[in-house]
């Protein structure tokens, strides 16, 4: 069996006391990030939750260090990873220089924190994985606002289980830095192309113009404390229903539903593709809060999405994890 090779930074990461694994260990399987992508991509192969939460925490590990991917990583190591990146903004003691994992780590915080929400990441991904989408040829999906390019890859197994035979899987991404590093991942992987662009802007979809569109993943959902318009999420959807007109309506979307409050009257919103998502004309001009979103059929607050997940993780491992909403 290969075991991935001691990694710079990693002398520093040792130094880090704890023995509390990042998933229960039961779950945990001696395989490489590559041969479980391989096997989820696999129609036959169930989707346990199991199996997702290692994708996600293999993959999480393969974001700072992309030359694990055919390895075997223990556990342990994958643990050690989550603690370090738990104390990123920590203060070095003596005012040591960080090593060069935090350092990378630094760099690609915001896509390390999405996957670090390792219930909320697993729920999402799988519930990507478990769609089952009109039989075509081709498949063209775009993930927007890739970051960690996790959903892009959930994209890419699906579309596989789906059996097209032509896939297209698209990451946009309008911030630099996790454009590049999710690019560079994606094309190691192959499981997507991603481009830095702005989902808010139509030339970005011009050159899929007139093409069926299979599926669309939009996390571009601002917090529960938060306005609904801090992120770009009906601006986006705005845009890609003027590009791509009625025809959209029949494709599908993460999240199929997103319900967002209005507190002055008291009421819940549903923006979702018949209304392509924009509220209705009554609450045009509401303000409103993400609140909630339709998945896997269900209706779920956003703050409480993936707490069926939570048996997973052991108790003392919860202070590594992050929070997505
Ligand atoms: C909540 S994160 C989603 C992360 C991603 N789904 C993941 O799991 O890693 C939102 C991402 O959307 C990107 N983003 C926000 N507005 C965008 C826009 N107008 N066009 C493209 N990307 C955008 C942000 O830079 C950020 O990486």
Redesign the pocket.
């Known amino acids: 069996m290969n075991t991935a090779r001691a990694y710079n930074g990693l002398e520093l990461l040792r130094l880090i006391p704890g023995n509390e694994e990042i998933i229960e260990p039961h779950l945990h399987t001696p395989t490489s990030l590559i041969r479980d992508i391989d096997r989820l991509c696999t129609p036959s192969t169930p989707i346990t939750d199991g199996a997702v939460l290692n994708l996600v925490i293999k993959y999480f590990f393969a974001y700072v260090h992309p030359s694990s991917c055919p390895h075997v990583v223990r556990l342990e190591e994958i643990t050690r990873l989550f603690q370090a990146f738990s104390q990123l903004n920590d203060k070095t003691p003596g005012g040591r220089p960080r090593s060069r994992t935090m350092q990378l780590m630094k760099q690609v915080e915001?896509?390390l924190r999405?996957?670090a929400d390792v219930p909320k990441?697993a729920r999402?991904v799988r519930s990507i994985i478990r769609r089952n989408l009109p039989p075509s040829e081709s498949f063209l999906g775009f993930?927007?606002?890739?970051?960690?390019?996790?959903?892009l890859l959930a994209m890419y197994i699906m579309a596989r289980r789906n059996g097209f035979e032509k896939i297209e899987n698209i990451g946009?991404?309008?911030?630099d830095t996790?454009a590049r590093r999710t690019r560079s991942l994606a094309a190691r992987l192959e499981f997507g192309l991603v481009i830095k662009?702005?989902?808010?802007d139509p030339r970005t979809f011009l050159p899929y113009k007139d093409r069926k569109v299979n599926f669309v993943?939009n996390?571009?959902?601002a917090g529960v404390t938060q306005r609904l318009g801090k992120?770009?999420f009906t601006?986006?959807n705005q845009t890609l229903f003027n590009v791509f007109g009625k025809p959209l309506v029949s494709s599908a979307f993460f999240p199929e539903r997103l319900y967002a409050f209005s507190p002055k009257d008291k009421i819940s919103v549903q923006l979702e593709p018949l209304t392509r998502f924009q509220p209705l004309n009554a609450f045009s001009s509401a303000v409103l809060y993400p609140q909630g979103i339709r998945i896997e059929g269900q209706d779920v607050p956003l703050d409480r999405l993936g707490e069926d997940l939570n048996w997973a993780i052991p108790d003392s491992s919860r202070r590594y994890l992050t929070r997505?909403w």
């Open positions: 915001f896509g999405m996957l990441t999402i993930d927007i606002g890739t970051g960690s390019g996790i959903l946009l991404e309008v911030e996790a662009a702005n989902a808010k993943s996390e571009t959902i992120e770009d601006e986006i997505r």
